[in-house]
């Protein structure tokens, strides 16, 4: 089987959408609340007043990826606020980012005054507003934030992080955030300020920011497997790993999990191939398991070998 848990609840498949991906409005929700062999929904990351987003063009296809400087666009906080408070179909994680740090903390006042009693996940990491730094990249900034969220929220919390490239920003990231009672770690979001070029065109291919943007899809596999395994050799156990990035088939599933990831999220291949995707990648997940001899996930969580 493919069981695995989301806080205290044991949910059929590892797999999530990685957010901003089929999240955004009403239907694309409820298309997610309704794809089989998908294991719960994270919805686009919400900020307090709804945002149109970027200029078009702001997705690109790569022919090992994606580039995207979308900026953000979702209905605002009380939309997604009110669906997951309502949804009962599938379980589901309210994502919600922070443009600056009084926003984080204005948001994260809102959900816990609120009803809802479910996870909730603070993008620190948004690499496509004019402007804004990632706020993940400012270890001490991070640090400042999360003290005054655990002043006053007492409900599941959990951040996703940008990629990290250097061991010693994994040593620093992770001594942050095992001061705090996070839930889950959810990494990575998109390789920030890459830029593709066309040959033909001589041009970029998104409009905003002259074309730089975030970078996902097989190209970022190994960035996205190196920081789940760094984070679970770091974090407090209780703090569990989603993993996000390059994920094209179930080997990489497969690959996520040995590094340690609890949950693994698809988003580019999602774009690519449509919701079908989550189905493909559990068949092949469970063909590679059965070959292994493995009966569960957590007969080969977290046990990539070494050398
Ligand atoms: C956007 C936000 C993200 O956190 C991300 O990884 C990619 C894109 C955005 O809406 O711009």
Known sequence: NLQATLLDQTIDSPFLNAS????QTQEELDDLAQTKNLGALVTKSATLQVR????NPRYYDLPAGSINSMGLPNLGYEFYLDYVTKADKKPTILSVAALSAADAITLLKKIQASDYEGPTELNLSCPNIVGEPQLAYDFENTDKVLAEVFSFYTKPLGVKLPPYFDLVHF???SAVLNKYPLTHVNTINSVGNGLWVDIETEQVVTKAKG?????????????????VRALRQRLNPSIKIMGTGGVTTGADAFAHILCGAELVSVGTQVIKEGLGAYDRLTAELK???AAK???????FRGKLKEL
């Open 20 to 23: 901003g991906v089929h999240c």
């Open 293 to 299: 001899g493995y009966t569960s996930l957590s007969d």
């Open 171 to 173: 040593d620093k990231i």
């Open 211 to 227: 074309g730089f943007g975030g970078v996902g899809g097989a190209m970022v596999l190994p960035t996205a497997l190196a920081n």
């Open 52 to 55: 149109e987003g970027n200029p």
């Open 287 to 289: 063909e590679i398991m």
